[in-house]
């Protein structure tokens, strides 16, 4: 290999090590001041105990490896690599809840159930650093009971005393303690039987024997049955006081190393990257962020073996390294845009990392040597969760984002948003300002999302232009943007109220869907011809859609004679549904409703009211099932206008936890049948079509 790929592979090794390395031809004597060096630097760097001997090994064969070899250089990056890794390096979090929520608001407006979670996660964190430590005591030597009780009460702990095993069992049952200090004899049960039992009860209690009677079998046996400590009379109280303290300090290490994962569901722009960002510096920790779209191999998880020259570790373990500490909020972007191929599957290989029970000793495949990822707080973001594996989603605590209504979109843009591009545009916010008017125009006929980008992207434009005006009119110049004046900045509005400005139809329903943008409106339109009975479906419709149209015609079939309709209906012709934006895929249950409602305008000649939207799904008998996306769907609803919405009956729940602005202007009809939407929905026999 030549000296020049050797450069190459070596990407990690610090400067003084390669200046050394390679400023003349490599001797015995560089070679040994390189490995003292490393010796030197493993003394000093805490590691673990396992990480420690896994490189002590490593430096001893490195140190008869020939150094103008692959071996060596690759040996040596391992070792750097590992010295250079946060292992024991943690972040203390800032628990002031105060101050989190300030930081909070004054980042987002609205998310008020995820930063009530965030709240919530530091609040139990600030209880279990406050819980009073209880200690149990068991002796039969009433004299021993107290001097201990009074010694570890003035240290600030709660102290239970038992004159028995029996009875320290007894309390055991009935109570939870952190520290247990038990005699070895006395009575019927003894202290090596009462250690079993609490080992198996309670396995995070930090056990300490203290025995007259000690002897060098007996401590062995029970350091090997779980003891923490081995005690004998008689004894010094500081070093009682210093082993309950030892002992307090490994079980909060141990208790409070359990991470969160917490899984931002929503539609693009709804700020769940920003929100990752502002709970870390809530948390007072390094905030780091690796996008998970379009990654296929499953080394870039798990890191590759070191069996080959150009072998690095996985994006998890190097971002930890960046970071300089072992407990940073790492967010996972994008985790519904993972692809899989022969490489492996890398939405597997994360079950190990975002699982509890199993990261508390991570192997990453370079290292080859366990990486407690317990204390890293993962925050997964993802637009759709139906593409994410089930054994993974478990693993998550999912949070859904919800699209902005106006008036949130209008009081975002106020405070946040025109602000920020006022700034970055160079103009003075002296001089120009927004209306709450023209903001609402800009979102009602500019913008059709559930998040905020292209309102930004809006705001921007307008800001461009106006810091083109002020050159040519002069730093005096001022401007207001009223509504008039949006027209005249972003050209003729790009988005119409279909819904509102639509006439009643006969054969064409609204239906509410949901997309991975947010809520979104989506026309349903039947037609009929001669024919043989043939049901034709088109409009880039998935299978699951395409179900649902046949189940709405096979239900409508069998209660042809309910509906006014005579039996063989379908035998001389054939039926026509259509969605239209045919170039976009659709699928899902929740335009069942829909096609139904079309079919049967179609087929009774009832015109459908244009101010009526539906979702739901539908049974061949007619019931109608529960939806999700309620509030992206209600939000569709307002911007198209929509003065009533049908929902199942099911989703009551999901409606009554609606805040009051997402369904002001809208009434929502809660239905149990295809029946209740066609009473809802179809105009009323002598009702004129168009009227309202």
Known sequence: MSRLNVVNCNRTIDSQYIMKFFSSKPEGSDQDQIVADLRHRLQDASLPAAVSAIASQELDVLAKINPSSAEFTIGLTYIDYLLSLP?????????????????????????????ERVLEHLAVKVLRMNRQVRLLVIDDEEIARKNLSHVLTKEGYEVVTAPDAEAGLRELDAAEFDVILTDLRMGKVSGMELLETARKR????????????????SAIEAMRKGAFHYITKPYKLDEVRDTVKQALEKRAMLSNTKGTVLCFAGPPGTGKTSLGRAIAQALGRKFSRISLGGMKDEADIRGHRRTYVGAKPGRVIEEIRRAETSNPVLMLDELDKIGSDFKGDPASALLEVLDPEQNRSFLDHYLDAPFDLSGV????????????????????????????????????????????????????????????????????????????????????TICRKIAKESLDRGPDHRVTVMPAAVEQYLGRRKFHFEVIEEQDRVGVATGLVRTETGGDIIFVEAAKMKGTKELIITGSLGDVMRESAQAALSYIRSRAVAFG??????????????????????????????MAMAILSLLTG??????????????????????????????????????????????RADVEELPPDAVQGITIELIDSVADAAAIALVQPGRAAGSA
């Open 87 to 115: 292992w024991n390096r943690k972040t203390e979090d800032n628990l002031d809840i105060v101050r989190a929520e300030r930081l909070l608001n004054a980042n987002h407006f609205g998310l008020q159930r995820i930063k």
């Open 202 to 217: 309670h396995a995070d209690a930090r056990v300490i024997i203290v025995t007259g009677f000690a002897t060098v079998p």
């Open 377 to 460: 707080m993962f925050i997964v973001t993802a637009n759709m969760l139906d593409t994410i594996p089930d054994p993974l989603r478990d693993r998550m605590e999912v949070i859904e984002f919800s699209g902005y209504s106006q008036e949130e979109k209008t009081e975002i843009a106020s405070r946040f948003l025109v602000p920020k591009q006022i700034r970055e545009k160079g103009l003075s916010p002296n001089r120009i300002s927004f209306t709450p008017d023209a903001l609402e125009t800009i979102i009602r006929e500019y913008t059709r999302e559930a998040g905020i980008r292209n309102l930004e992207r809006r705001i921007a």
């Open 565 to 594: 309709l005579a039996d063989d209906f379908f035998e001389h012709q054939d039926i026509h549904i259509h969605v239209p934006s045919g170039a976009v895929q659709k699928d899902g249950p929740s335009a069942g409703i829909a």
């Open 606 to 651: 009832r015109p459908i009211r244009r101010d009526v939207a539906l979702s739901g799904e539908i049974t061949l008998t007619g019931r109608v099932l529960p939806v999700a996306g309620i509030r992206e769907k209600i939000l569709a609803a307002r911007r198209a206008r929509v003065s009533v919405v049908v929902l199942p009956a099911k989703n």
